[in-house]
């Protein structure tokens, strides 16, 4: 008996080993496998984590979309029209509609209530009337400012050298209206000069004064020098001493219940910046 249990109790002893070393085998495999599959939902995640920065910048790219309208001064349209093209190419699927004209009319539009996501103003002035009105979000920011130049016709021939010169008798000027901030500037400039001179019209805008030169419907008027580089040939610049005593500061703003509040922001994130500074300065206009 004792010599026949001996062997079974061996063997026994030994399935039992072979059973424990296969089991802890089988445990250890397990929880290797498990440990990988912890690393894969953590690299997972962090792959995702990585990937929701792109996913968070370009859905806010994706909120500059739609139509900006943008309100702003006459003297602007040149070099607005260069930068409203570099915002849609910037933001595909955006389009930037201009309305330019007189800064005091413009404003007289905001404060009556027409939609507008921006105001470019050609003077702080007529910016206060749409911020005491409480139709602007924040701060203006001033993003440029511009200096008064005669224009007169091509070859200048009558000889035109100086803001008196255009009391000369016989000679036909156009000057933007009193309310207007080109014509303000150009009555700042006549006062200091201690001139009074009465124009054969008064003009809405700086464009209109300048049309006025170019269609040789009168023999000068004074308006930007930003508008006479614009004209090319078609008229001839004279600097006066007394226009650096009448440069105008030209304010921006977000409008209050813009209908493209993102589009607002960026636009004028582009007018400010370094790209639309040298757009600006390009045109005419001096630092802000």
């Known amino acids: 008996m004792t010599t026949r249990s001996g062997p079974r109790r061996v063997l026994g002893l030994a399935a039992f080993g072979a059973a424990s070393l296969l ?14 599959a912890s690393d894969t939902p953590s690299a997972s995640a962090s792959s995702g984590s990585a990937a929701s920065a792109p996913a968070s910048s370009d ?3 994706a909120q500059v979309n739609g139509t900006v ?16 093209k570099d915002f849609e190419s910037a933001h595909p699927g955006t389009k930037v509609v201009f309305n330019f004209g007189g800064s005091d009319t ?11 996501d921006v105001f470019a103003a050609a003077s702080p002035k007529t910016m206060k009337t749409v911020t005491d009105a409480g139709d602007a979000t924040g701060m203006p920011v001033t993003f440029a400012r511009n200096q008064l130049e005669i224009a007169t016709l091509p070859g200048n021939p009558h000889h035109i050298a100086s803001l008196k010169d255009l009391t000369g008798s016989g000679l036909k000027v156009a000057l933007c209206a009193k309310t207007v901030p080109c014509g303000s500037a150009a009555q700042t400039a006549l006062t200091a000069a201690h001139l009074s001179l009465t124009p054969v019209s008064y003009e809405q805008d700086v464009k209109s004064a300048l049309t006025k030169v170019e269609l040789k419907e009168v023999d000068a008027s004074v308006v930007y020098k930003t508008d006479v580089k614009a004209a090319g040939g078609k008229v001839d610049g004279v600097d006066f001493p007394e226009s650096a005593g009448a440069i105008n500061a030209y304010p921006v703003a ?3 219940g ?12 582009l007018v400010t910046s370094a790209q639309g500074q040298q757009v600006l300065q390009q045109a005419g206009f001096l630092h802000p």
């Not at 089991?23 to 990988?36: F, I, N, R, V």
């Not at 943008?70 to 409203?84: H, Q, R, Y």
């Not at 413009?106 to 507008?116: E, H, K």
Request: charged share 5%.
């Open 254 to 256: 977000a409008l209050k």
């Open 23 to 36: 089991a802890l085998t089988a445990c250890s495999s397990s929880s290797d496998g498990g440990s990988s």
């Open 69 to 84: 309208t943008v309100f702003a001064a006459a003297s602007l349209k040149e070099s607005f029209t260069t930068l409203g």
């Open 258 to 269: 813009a209908p493209n509040t993102a589009g607002a922001q960026a636009f004028i994130a």
């Open 106 to 116: 413009l404003a007289a539009s905001i404060t009556s209530g027409a939609p507008a």
């Open 59 to 61: 859905s806010a790219s």
